[in-house]
């Protein structure tokens, strides 16, 4: 049986849930400008002057689900910065400056460890849906990405996880990850979620095969992952099988690769997706 997004706009409507989003988040700074080669056979970058500064990491997946009802809390400390320079909309170059923060500024202050388990096991409690963002940065540590898991397990809701590192961590999650990923970690300690680009993504431990679907022009990657977990806890949250989420998924990440600068899918736009054979 297929999807039916109809069915989750109408529970979107009448019970808009809450999801939190765990995990790191910055600023991806896009900075344009032109390459020419130099007399040292060195290459020189010039900027044009235009600068474009997006959300990224667990901002990026929130904001990619705007157009639902449901709403996102981001738990994070304050963002740094990832800079991506660019010819055209070709990425060329690109610079992560050193973060030594201290992990999760919670509630106008920086949070210890005993603290930030605590006001973070009460913002929790009243969620709908977890997603743990890990680019293991610094920012989770084992420790606190195991008790998240843990208290989504005692409360009953969905947790997904979007795993950077050993899949042991996130185990008792929904490990969502690219083939890169579980090529270096195989596991069996997840239900796995692994993406494929534009091809449909694999479910182990489903027998359900997704509907093949013609490519898309992919203007931008950046923060694909980010969109489809997000859109795939949203589904979650709304007691949809882990198929039925990962299908609807799967047609908002598509739309969401088709538009520069980490723009969320429109309702009407993943619809047409769905529907695409």
């Given at each position: 049986?297929?999807?039916?997004?109809?069915?989750?706009?109408?529970?979107?409507?009448?019970?808009?849930?809450?999801?939190?989003?765990?995990?790191?988040?910055?600023?991806?700074?896009?900075?344009?400008?032109?390459?020419?080669?130099?007399?040292?056979?060195?290459?020189?970058?010039?900027?044009?002057?235009?600068?474009?500064?997006?959300?990224?990491?667990?901002?990026?997946?929130?904001?990619?689900?705007?157009?639902?009802?449901?709403?996102?809390?981001?738990?994070?400390?304050?963002?740094?910065?990832?800079?991506?320079?660019?010819?055209?909309?070709?990425?060329?170059?690109?610079?992560?400056?050193?973060?030594?923060?201290?992990?999760?500024?919670?509630?106008?202050?920086?949070?210890?460890?005993?603290?930030?388990?605590?006001?973070?096991?009460?913002?929790?409690?009243?969620?709908?849906?977890?997603?743990?963002?890990?680019?293991?940065?610094?920012?989770?540590?084992?420790?606190?990405?195991?008790?998240?898991?843990?208290?989504?397990?005692?409360?009953?809701?969905?947790?997904?996880?979007?795993?950077?590192?050993?899949?042991?961590?996130?185990?008792?999650?929904?490990?969502?990850?690219?083939?890169?990923?579980?090529?270096?970690?195989?596991?069996?300690?997840?239900?796995?979620?692994?993406?494929?680009?534009?091809?449909?993504?694999?479910?182990?431990?489903?027998?359900?095969?997704?509907?093949?679907?013609?490519?898309?022009?992919c203007v931008n990657h950046v923060g694909a992952g980010d969109c489809f977990a997000a859109h795939m806890t949203l589904a979650l949250a709304h007691g949809f099988t882990l198929v039925d989420s990962v299908e609807f998924a799967h047609s908002a990440g598509r739309v969401y690769v088709q538009h520069p600068h980490n723009r969320p899918p429109s309702i009407d736009e993943?619809r047409r997706d769905l529907k695409m054979k």
């Amino acid at each position: 049986m297929a999807f039916s997004i109809d069915k989750l706009i109408e529970l979107d409507a009448k019970n808009p849930k809450t999801i939190l989003f765990i995990g790191e988040s910055f600023l991806d700074v896009y900075v344009y400008g032109t390459i020419e080669t130099c007399q040292d056979d060195c290459v020189k970058f010039t900027g044009t002057g235009e600068i474009l500064s997006v959300d990224g990491g667990s901002a990026n997946a929130k904001n990619s689900i705007k157009a639902w009802k449901s709403k996102g809390i981001v738990v994070d400390g304050m963002p740094s910065n990832k800079m991506r320079f660019l010819v055209g909309e070709k990425i060329v170059f690109r610079y992560d400056p050193f973060d030594k923060r201290d992990p999760l500024l919670l509630s106008g202050g920086v949070a210890g460890p005993h603290d930030r388990t605590k006001r973070t096991g009460l913002v929790i409690k009243g969620a709908d849906a977890v997603l743990i963002s890990d680019y293991d940065k610094g920012l989770m540590t084992p420790e606190f990405i195991r008790y998240v898991i843990d208290e989504c397990h005692a409360l009953g809701i969905p947790c997904v996880a979007d795993a950077k590192r050993n899949p042991k961590i996130y185990d008792g999650a929904i490990l969502k990850g690219n083939a890169a990923y579980f090529s270096k970690w195989p596991t069996n300690y997840c239900q796995q979620v692994m993406t494929r680009g534009a091809d449909r993504p694999t479910i182990y431990q489903s027998r359900i095969r997704l509907p093949d679907k013609p490519p898309v022009k992919c203007v931008n990657h950046v923060g694909a992952g980010d969109c489809f977990a997000a859109h795939m806890t949203l589904a979650l949250a709304h007691g949809f099988t882990l198929v039925d989420s990962v299908e609807f998924a799967h047609s908002a990440g598509r739309v969401y690769v088709q538009h520069p600068h980490n723009r969320p899918p429109s309702i009407d736009e993943i619809r047409r997706d769905l529907k695409m054979k």
